[in-house]
């Protein structure tokens, strides 16, 4: 299966249905694993289902993603 360039495991993505935002973790059959950037379960969203994050999303999860690794 061809999976979409915004969907690389690693980019900032999120889930339309609930709105959250989660890291790309891999591809398990037709759907696409996020975590949140905190860290924690990861879920699957169909690819439909998945869009990319606007500007301020993706920087609240790098800041997320930075202050896990701080330990805040």
């Not at 339309?16 to 924690?40: A, D, I, S, T």
């Not at 699957?44 to 993603?65: G, I, N, W």
């Amino acid at each position: 299966m061809r999976h979409d360039a915004s969907t690389v495991v690693g980019a900032v993505m999120v889930d339309r249905r609930n709105g959250k935002v989660g890291v790309v973790m891999g591809h398990v059959g037709p759907y696409v694993q996020l975590r949140p950037p905190r860290g924690g379960r990861e879920w699957d969203v169909p690819p439909e289902d998945v869009r990319a994050p606007t500007p301020a999303e993706e920087l609240s999860a790098k800041v997320a993603v930075a202050n896990r690794r701080w330990g805040r």
